[in-house]
């Protein structure tokens, strides 16, 4: 198990996860949106899927059954997001604080290895502003509120 995927744990570990996304499940939201996920939002994927815990929740990818789940799902949440045009340019929905604020991954068209900021957004955003400099340092940050 490489640094980041044991620090992802050491961070997400108490939370409750839906099980790991397939490669088919990440291939599929990347084409859907036209983007390419940071490396270490992949890795939350592929150990994850998405997280809900004690007074946060990391959107991802969930198992899709029909039947309601506490996980919030990115894919259906960044496609709602994007057909208000409610959300930051080339990002993905990942968090909220519950109240009036979003979180949102940039994401890359290109290149699978660049890690992507992540900007807060709310009613008020004027172009939003930077929160993190990476989804890890989001979570880090995020999770000692």
Known sequence: MDDISQH????????????????????VAQCKLGLIF?????????????????????????????????WCDMLSSTLMYRRHDALPKDSIYIST?????????????VGPAQEGEVIEWGPDHDGGSIYAE???????????R
């Open 97 to 109: 604080d519950g109240m009036d604020l979003s979180y949102f991954l940039k994401c890359s068209k």
């Open 134 to 144: 990476s989804f890890t340092s989001f979570l880090e940050r995020h999770l000692d």
């Open 8 to 27: 992802l744990i050491s961070l997400l570990g108490s939370g409750e996860a839906c099980g790991p996304a397939t490669q088919e499940q990440i291939d």
């Open 38 to 70: 940071p490396p270490s939002y992949r890795l939350f994927l592929q150990t994850f899927g998405a997280v809900f815990g004690h007074g946060f929740e990391i959107a991802g990818l969930t198992p899709g059954k029909d039947e309601p789940t506490i």
